[in-house]
């Protein structure tokens, strides 16, 4: 009998390691065009103590529950505004910027004078890192193209577990219609700070590598007018993201500033029809009117709501009729809110 407990000790162990093995995090898995990814936002678990972690860790988060849902989505740099474009897509005139894709960015507000809308962000992959090369945006409301004269690295390659603290910065200076310049000095630390399995209301993800980066930043603002410079800086960011080589985005993401932490949100999976939410017997009936959708054996205490791809909620709706007649073509997400966890498909208008 020793033999065989020996064997099976062994077949054990090994399979223990198989699925707690420390995956590597290359280019290959970062976005590309056409991606999207939908987060829910939590709450609920922003007392949870984020600094925990380790090699063979487990993270157990499958008690949040959501507040909200919002989607980041990848797209060519040919279809943001051609005023957005000027220093990413020509690898001729400006090849240090030249972008891969783009992705919409955070509006901002520098200290009621500067305001930044409406923008989106460009990105290139390398086989050593990913960086952002600048964005382009509606500054006090007129479209414009900002390059980083710095440009940044967001995530070294390969990221791994016990990899050297990776040290970028980034800095750029915009024109600023009717009053000056407005820019921006960034500096961020990259470390990969664990490893280990995690577990969202959504998901058990039994394979990832946990990227920690401590993010500084400092607005300058100068007005013309006045001939007078003034520096503002941002709340520090400490940032969580937990990475699978299953998905090409963080399947998890937690936010902390000035050391509280604001911020908490984990993947829903998109599946590609109804028939594939395995849980749910539903399924989509489209109707003759474009963009009047039922769902079929779906109870009455779920709730639906429809978002773009912009991630702007359209309306909830009851699962007998879900109408975005009134919105434009393109995808549009579906979300069934069900009492365990969401799902979430695509429908194409």
Known sequence: MKPINLLLFTAFTFASIKNNAQITITSADMPQIGDIFIYENSQDILTEDF???????????????????????????????????????????????????????????????????????????????????????????????????????????????????????????????????????IRREVTVDGYGSLTTPNATYPNTIRVKTVLLQTDTVYVDQFMFGQTFDRPDETIYEWFTNTEKSPVMRVVYRNSQATEAKYMLEITSGTEEIEELDVSLVTEDIEGIYRLTNLESTFRVSVCNVNGQNIGSFPASKIDITDQPSGIYLVIIHTAQKNHCFKVVK
């Not at 972690?53 to 989607?71: I, K």
């Not at 962000?121 to 193209?145: H, Q, R, T, Y």
Request: hydrophobic share 35%.
């Open 51 to 185: 600094s925990l972690t380790g090699t063979n860790y487990s993270w157990d988060y499958s008690s949040a529950t959501s507040s909200q849902v919002d989607s980041v989505f990848v797209v060519s740099v040919g279809s943001t505004p051609l005023a957005y474009q000027f220093y990413f897509n020509n690898q001729w005139t400006e090849p240090a910027h030249f972008s891969d894709y783009a992705q919409p960015g955070q509006d901002l507000n520098a200290q009621g004078q500067v305001t930044i809308e409406d923008r989106y962000d460009f990105f290139g992959i390398n086989s050593n890192s990913l960086e952002i090369k600048g964005f382009g945006a509606k500054i006090n409301g007129v479209p414009a193209s900002v390059k980083y004269d710095t440009i940044d690295q967001i995530y070294p390659f390969p990221m791994t577990d016990g990899m050297a603290a990776h040290n970028s910065v980034g800095y750029y200076l915009a024109s600023v219609p009717n009053l000056g310049t407005y820019g921006q000095w």
